[in-house]
């Protein structure tokens, strides 16, 4: 008991630090519990986080408030009516033609690999390459007949994501144009004695602003330069690839090497083993290259260092709590809890054998 009272006392003698960890407490259960009902709200809060700081470039300008709302709104329904009536039908036509052209390009591939038995009779034989070959149609049929259920299941919720697409720029924009009284009636319900909390917003407003728009340049120059090059090369499937390719950085580490298989696999099904294949790779591998030495370092000059480790643990745990959004907020909710622990305060340690 006298090691738990001094472990308490220790981390829990402040007052601020209390309503530091009510707080925390409170906005975790909220997401974990709410956070599919909140969605679209949640949405319309990270939106408008990032358009503030356009916003409050053009004020720096001289433009007022309202016009730059409006301003920076209307680029956002731009860039939103860009992505739902043009991109993602685009996305879509190519994922249902890949579907379809599965079979012909396993057939293909399947000629290329047994010919590796004849060139490589000594590290292939004909029994493995028929024993890959079943395992990937195998997992192709699965997965088509997941994609099929998933797409069927999905129907009775389309009138659901019909009103998310209306409500959340609804709320981005009044987000924008009312921020100050929306802050000033989110904190009158704080507790007054909140400097410890304040102190780590502050902290993290920078930190987390920064990465998550620096995260979403990544994503489209990692995104529109891979489009490009597969454009110009010729390779099936480009703006499908392109996007994969730009969403894989969400996941440190991780992402580009599974994003590496499905490139692999359609330009080998579509060239097998030749100059353009050769090509493709070194392409490919030198965006990966690009951005990992150049585009990070760039976009993320100030942001917290991070153990390797720290990140692929935050992106199991919060990926598993919060799926897709769990894994892009990862980097940032580690640096939250490094920010807590960083500036909690702590009391002298008390030795509770002394004390008997």
């Given at each position: 008991?006298?090691?738990?009272?001094?472990?308490?006392?220790?981390?829990?003698?402040?007052?601020?630090?209390?309503?530091?960890?009510?707080?925390?407490?409170?906005?975790?259960?909220?997401?974990i519990?709410?956070?599919?009902?909140?969605?679209?709200?949640?949405t319309s809060?990270?939106i408008?986080?990032?358009?503030?700081?356009?916003?409050?470039?053009?004020?720096?300008?001289?433009?007022?408030?309202?016009?730059?709302?409006?301003?920076?709104?209307?680029?956002?329904?731009?860039?939103?009516?860009?992505?739902?009536?043009l991109?993602?039908?685009?996305?879509?036509?190519?994922?249902?033609?890949?579907?379809?052209?599965?079979?012909?390009?396993?057939?293909?591939?399947?000629?290329?690999?047994?010919?590796?038995?004849?060139?490589?009779?000594?590290?292939?034989?004909?029994?493995?390459?028929?024993?890959?070959?079943?395992?990937?149609?195998?997992?192709?049929?699965?997965?088509?007949?997941?994609?099929?259920?998933?797409?069927?299941?999905?129907?009775?919720?389309?009138?659901?994501?019909?009103?998310?697409?209306?409500?959340?720029?609804?709320?981005?924009?009044?987000?924008?144009?009312?921020?100050?009284?929306?802050?000033?009636?989110?904190?009158?319900?704080?507790?007054?004695?909140?400097?410890?909390?304040?102190?780590?917003?502050?902290?993290?407003?920078?930190?987390?602003?920064?990465?998550?728009?620096?995260?979403?340049?990544?994503?489209?120059?990692?995104?529109?330069?891979?489009?490009?090059?597969?454009?110009?090369?010729?390779?099936?499937?480009?703006?499908?690839?392109?996007?994969?390719?730009?969403?894989?950085?969400?996941?440190?580490?991780?992402?580009?090497?599974?994003?590496?298989?499905?490139v692999?696999?359609?330009?080998?099904?579509?060239?097998?083993?030749?100059?353009?294949?050769?090509?493709?790779?070194?392409?490919?591998?030198?965006?990966?290259?690009?951005?990992?030495?150049?585009?990070?370092?760039?976009?993320?000059?100030?942001?917290?260092?991070?153990?390797p480790?720290?990140?692929?643990?935050?992106?199991?745990?919060?990926?598993?709590?919060?799926?897709?959004?769990?894994?892009?907020?990862?980097?940032?909710?580690a640096?939250?809890?490094?920010?807590?622990?960083?500036?909690?305060?702590?009391?002298?340690?008390?030795?509770?054998?002394?004390?008997?």
């Amino acid at each position: 008991m006298n090691v738990l009272r001094a472990w308490y006392e220790r981390n829990f003698s402040d007052p601020q630090a209390v309503i530091l960890a009510l707080l925390l407490v409170s906005g975790f259960a909220i997401i974990i519990f709410w956070g599919g009902m909140l969605a679209p709200l949640l949405t319309s809060i990270v939106i408008a986080y990032l358009l503030e700081d356009v916003v409050e470039m053009l004020e720096r300008k001289g433009i007022s408030r309202i016009p730059a709302v409006i301003i920076v709104f209307l680029l956002f329904i731009i860039a939103f009516l860009f992505l739902m009536l043009l991109l993602v039908p685009m996305l879509s036509t190519q994922v249902v033609q890949l579907v379809q052209d599965l079979p012909h390009q396993m057939d293909a591939g399947q000629k290329m690999l047994m010919r590796l038995p004849e060139l490589y009779p000594q590290f292939v034989t004909q029994e493995q390459v028929k024993d890959i070959v079943g395992a990937v149609r195998r997992a192709i049929t699965e997965h088509g007949q997941t994609l099929v259920s998933i797409s069927l299941s999905s129907i009775p919720g389309m009138i659901a994501l019909m009103i998310y697409l209306i409500l959340v720029p609804l709320m981005v924009f009044f987000f924008l144009k009312d921020k100050e009284l929306i802050l000033k009636w989110v904190t009158s319900y704080l507790p007054s004695q909140r400097a410890l909390a304040t102190t780590v917003w502050t902290e993290m407003d920078r930190q987390i602003g920064n990465y998550i728009r620096g995260k979403f340049i990544e994503i489209l120059i990692v995104g529109i330069s891979t489009y490009i090059v597969f454009v110009m090369m010729g390779l099936n499937y480009a703006a499908l690839l392109g996007a994969l390719v730009g969403l894989s950085v969400i996941v440190p580490y991780v992402g580009a090497v599974v994003v590496t298989i499905p490139v692999v696999m359609i330009a080998f099904f579509q060239w097998g083993w030749g100059s353009e294949f050769a090509y493709l790779l070194l392409a490919f591998g030198i965006i990966q290259g690009l951005d990992g030495n150049v585009v990070v370092p760039l976009l993320f000059s100030e942001a917290v260092n991070l153990h390797p480790v720290a990140i692929i643990v935050a992106v199991l745990i919060f990926g598993g709590f919060w799926g897709l959004w769990g894994v892009f907020f990862a980097i940032p909710l580690a640096t939250l809890v490094k920010a807590v622990l960083d500036a909690w305060p702590k009391q002298q340690t008390i030795d509770p054998l002394s004390e008997t």
